[in-house]
């Protein structure tokens, strides 16, 4: 890595512009920890061969620092020279953003594994790019499956029995096929349909190597960035990927899930079947669905896009702000709407590797923080920002989850105006590099959690084309019954006790006066500035059509 020192940006490179620069380099080395030890070698787990996966790390390991330095080279020698605010740099910026996730793509599509779940991390993350964010989203589908025999020989030596023992039939053809694992359908000897999650051979040994290489990577993009410090994301990524690779825990949070919602008829998580399930097998019932983000399907299934947005947000507003327990990887093909039943659908939750209980305290507090954002009560979002350890960054709450900023006109869900858009865009200009990278080293790890959730959940409604306030009215409800919800009470008290249900209702009735009323003195005071100006408009047309006239007659 003593070529990468070499590369050191230039100080005035120090401008918000540049923090996406640094942002792409960052993600180059989150990644590249992967590349070292694939999880799938190519040779089969029951003769492995020590000399060909030694080769095949050190292949590896090659692609990963080939593009670390490659990357650095391009963003270095591309924006040399450049003032960091001119056109011509930002150009050329997106230019290099392009160039870098190409790069980056390519090898998640070479190293495959763990390589891959570590770009589809990345583009989760609101940070980064829009660039990479873009290129990087298209490894959600595209993992390769494993090898059968590997697979088979994963299933026998976990559930002890042949599969003729176990199943009536099971499809060799994959019906799902993600980087750390796959889903076949099958049919067990009570004629029950299930779908058989298999863990990819060789995956927990490899654990300790590929994030150590993940730690010795982000410390040497430190050393060439000093300004730049991404250990949070680091850390956040190893901690998902961990806890992903334990399926018993993944069936506990599924059924935590089901006992969550169980009143909810909306709401479908499939049975698990514990004899059949291990660390490394799972084994559920079988849901027939569609991706929650097919519109060209609800559609076909007469159903009303909408709707469907109306009840995703309100079931991940439920998690956040009442349960304090999420469903951490929300993307499309976790979530599918099953067409049927005295609802006309129901959404199917799959994959719960990957979830979170949040801190008690920072749930009320994040309660709080909504209520504040919804009334735009920039006292109590500065107060709970210090809480939450931002401090003066607290400010940009509003803009990151409503759209708006604290001093914003606009109604809930309309964004902001071009003034206000201008004002905002001065004020990140003031931002230094260490500005970004404290803000989002100091947020607790459970705010980067919600918001990379919440981030999903946007991307999914903004392709169902649900208006942005359907999902803000429904993160202020929330967050007025989570603020009334008792820990000690059943998890699905708000369905289930009409008191608290009434009183919380009354609560939110109040938010929502309170904020109609508001929107009301806006459009009131909007109104008057347009008669004003109006009236302003006529008077002016009228005297210059006096003074036309008189001058008229005096010639």
């Known amino acids: 890595m003593e070529i990468l020192r070499k590369f050191k940006f230039p100080a005035r490179s120090k401008s918000p512009i540049f923090v996406f620069s640094i942002t792409g380099l960052a993600i180059t080395a989150v990644t590249s920890s992967a590349a070292v030890s694939g999880f799938r070698d190519s040779t089969s787990v029951h003769h492995p061969n020590k000399i060909a996966t030694a080769v095949e790390g050190v292949v590896r390991s090659s692609r990963a620092i080939l593009a670390i330095t490659l990357t650095v080279a391009d963003y270095k020698y591309s924006l040399r020279r450049l003032t960091a605010d001119s056109d011509e740099y930002i150009q050329r910026l997106t230019e290099v953003h392009s160039r870098s996730a190409k790069r980056i793509l390519k090898l998640c599509e070479s190293n ?31 993992a390769v499956p494993c090898n059968l025999q590997d697979i088979k020989h994963v299933l026998t030596s976990n559930l002890g029995q042949n599969l003729s023992e176990i199943f009536l039939s099971f499809d ?58 991404f250990d949070w994301l680091v850390h956040e990524f190893v901690k998902s990927i961990s806890q992903e690779l334990d399926f018993i825990q993944e069936a506990k949070n599924s059924e935590k899930i089901a006992t969550n919602f169980k009143h909810n008829k909306m709401i479908t998580v499939p049975t698990v079947f514990w004899e059949f399930t291990t660390t490394q097998v799972l084994t559920m019932q079988f849901c027939k669905g569609f991706k929650v983000d097919d519109v060209e399907a609800l ?66 507090d994040f309660c709080r923080l909504w209520e504040a954002l919804i009334l735009l009560d920039s006292t109590k979002i500065q107060e709970l920002g210090t809480r939450f350890g931002v401090g003066q960054y607290a400010k940009f709450f509003p803009v990151i989850f409503t759209g708006r900023t ?30 970004i990278t404290t803000f989002m080293g100091s947020l607790p790890p459970d705010f980067l959690t919600v918001l990379r959730t ?11 084309s649900a208006p942005q306030r359907v999902r803000l009215l429904a993160y202020a409800k929330y967050a007025v019954y989570g603020l009334g919800y008792n820990s000690t009470s059943e998890p699905d008290f708000v369905e289930k006790s009409v008191i608290s249900k009434s009183v919380m209702l009354v609560s939110y009735i109040r938010l929502r006066l309170i904020l109609e009323l508001m929107e009301l003195f806006q459009g009131i005071k ?23 006239s008189s001058v008229t007659s005096i010639v």
């Open 454 to 464: 919440d981030g999903l959940i946007r991307s999914i409604t903004l392709k169902l």
């Open 526 to 548: 909007k109104l008057k500035h347009t008669i004003y100006t109006l009236y302003g408009r006529v008077v002016d047309s009228i005297t210059r059509s006096v003074k036309v």
């Open 172 to 229: 060799e053809e994959p019906i799902a096929a993600a980087s750390i694992a796959q889903v076949h359908h099958a049919v067990l000897k009570n004629h029950q349909e299930v779908a058989v999650k298999v863990q990819y051979p060789g995956l927990k040994q490899n654990m300790k190597l590929d994030t150590t290489i993940m730690s010795f990577l982000s410390k040497s993009v430190v050393k060439i960035f000093p300004e730049y410090r």
């Open 299 to 364: 559609k076909r299934a007469n159903l009303s896009s909408a709707k469907v947005a109306k009840v995703l947000v309100e079931v991940f507003a439920e998690m956040i702000f009442v349960h304090g327990f999420i469903h951490g990887d929300p993307h499309p093909g976790n979530i599918l709407v099953s067409p049927g039943g005295q609802n006309g659908f129901s959404l199917v939750l799959l994959d719960h590797g990957n979830c979170k209980t949040l801190d008690e305290g920072f749930r009320r």
């Open 112 to 142: 495959k594994g763990f390589y891959v779940k570590a770009g589809q991390f990345v583009a989760t993350l609101k940070l980064v790019p829009k660039e990479y964010s873009l290129a990087l989203s298209s490894l959600q589908d595209q």
């Open 406 to 435: 604290s001093e914003s006109k606009s109604g809930l869900g309309k964004g902001m105006s071009i003034q206000e858009r201008q004002k905002l865009k001065q004020e990140l200009k003031l931002l230094r590099l260490e500005d």
